[in-house]
Structures are given as structure tokens and as C-alpha cells.
T-cell receptor, first 112, second 113 residues
Framework: AQSVTQLGSHVSVSEGALVLLRCNYS??????LFWYVQYPNQGLQLLLK??????LVKGINGFEAEFKKSETSFHLTKPSAHMRDAAEYFC??????????FGTGTRLLVSP | ETGVTQTPRHLVMGMTNKKSLKCEQHLGHNAMYWYKQSAKKPLELMFVYSLEERVENNSVPSRFSPECPNSSHLFLHLHTLQPEDSALYLCASSQDRQSYEQYFGPGTRLTVT
């Protein structure tokens, strides 16, 4: 079965600093990978997705992620954090049509 | 109108009550989902509907009963719940069964007392 591991339940950065949220996956077939963001009191919003095209994927709000097969990783980055980026971020891997398997989430805290 | 709406946003119910959660999508999608989000746990897929037919039931207890009367509406009927059922219940939709991209509603925060 496919699975996702997100290292660090909380990540703290200062405004303007680099954001790095880690995601490692396990899959026996080429995966489709996703990052979702959840702001307080809201549902999940798709940030970006990897679907076997370019390994560097750009998403909304200045985020991007790189698929590295050799490391089974799909880490999320943003060069400069904003206060509005404070939210919870979920990595997910597809398990066939319809099924998304989610990680436990990483809460990003941004300080002034 | 936002893409996926859920009502109510908050619900407190006793263990003997019967209540229903409602989800509506305005995206013209054909597949809809119920997820349970508990603190410090991954999102748990509960049910999947495609073209109003249930295609997945992830071993969910029978005290949760889904209903999909048409492709735009999805309900989750609740009865005799337990305190451990307290969670955020999220509805999502996707274009069709072959679509990996799901759109989520804001969720219903359920507290069982």
C-alpha cells in the first residue's frame, strides 16, 4: 500500500526565510503526488501536483516542489515566507483512481 | 457561490441524537467524497460516490450512513455516535473517477457529548 511520511509536525520560520516542508512517499508504482494547504477553519486547497511530467512543479502562492525518485521525496519549498503562509500543509499520494492517501500534516508557523 | 459548501459548519450532538451533514458542490463534478479529520491523524477516507453510486466504503461503522441523491449533493446521516467520532468532517468532489484532483469544502466540526 502507498503511504506518505511528513517529517516534523511543526516547522517555524521567520518572515522572509526559506520554507522547506518534507515529504517522503512509498509506492510500488509511479506515483502522483500532491501538496494541499489548510488555513484555519477552512477545507483543503490544492497547492500543486506532480503527475509524471516535469519533476519540478510550481504551484500557487510561490510554492514549488521537486519530485526525486531516487530519494522517494517530494519536498515543498518557498524562497521567502509570508505571514499569510501560516497554515497546515498536507502531502498526499495517489493510490489508483479516486484514492488519495494523506500524510499527518505539517503546521507552518511564521514569525515577524 | 464557492465550489464546495458544507452545512452546518459546527454541530454538537449527544450520543442518542440523529443529525445529518450536508455537502453541495457547484463545480459540475461527478464524484464526491467524505473524509474524517482527527487531530494528529491523517485524513481518513470514509466514502466515495461516483455518479450517485457508492463505489467505496472504507470499513466505516454503520452509525454513519451516506446518501447521494444526485451528483451535486452528498449527505452524511449520523446516529448513536460515540465521543471518539468527534472530528472535522470534510466533503470533497472531483470531476470524475479518473481525476486525481479533489476540491474540498470547509468542513463540519462535530462534537459528540
Amino acid at each position: 500500500a502507498q503511504s506518505v511520511t511528513q517529517l516534523g509536525s511543526h516547522v517555524s520560520v521567520s518572515e522572509g526565510a526559506l520554507v522547506l516542508l518534507r515529504c517522503n512517499y512509498s509506492s510500488s508504482v509511479p506515483p502522483y503526488l500532491f501538496w494541499y494547504v489548510q488555513y484555519p477553519n477552512q477545507g483543503l486547497q490544492l497547492l500543486l501536483k506532480y503527475t509524471s511530467a516535469a519533476t519540478l512543479v510550481k504551484g500557487i502562492n510561490g510554492f514549488e516542489a521537486e519530485f526525486k525518485k531516487s530519494e522517494t521525496s517530494f519536498h515543498l519549498t518557498k524562497p521567502s515566507a509570508h505571514m499569510r503562509d501560516a497554515a497546515e500543509y498536507f502531502c498526499a499520494v495517489s493510490e489508483g483512481f479516486q484514492k488519495l492517501v494523506f500524510g499527518t500534516g505539517t503546521r507552518l508557523l511564521v514569525s515577524p | 457561490e464557492t465550489g464546495v459548501t458544507q452545512t452546518p459548519r459546527h454541530l454538537v450532538m449527544g450520543m442518542t441524537n440523529k443529525k445529518s451533514l450536508k455537502c453541495e458542490q457547484h463545480l459540475g463534478h461527478n464524484a464526491m467524497y467524505w473524509y474524517k479529520q482527527s487531530a494528529k491523524k491523517p485524513l481518513e477516507l470514509m466514502f466515495v460516490y461516483s455518479l450517485e453510486e457508492r463505489v467505496e466504503n472504507n470499513s466505516v461503522p454503520s452509525r454513519f450512513s451516506p446518501e447521494c441523491p444526485n451528483s451535486s449533493h452528498l449527505f452524511l446521516h449520523l446516529h448513536t455516535l460515540q465521543p471518539e467520532d468527534s472530528a472535522l468532517y470534510l466533503c470533497a468532489s472531483s470531476q470524475d473517477r479518473q481525476s486525481y484532483e479533489q476540491y474540498f469544502g470547509p468542513g463540519t466540526r462535530l462534537t459528540v457529548t
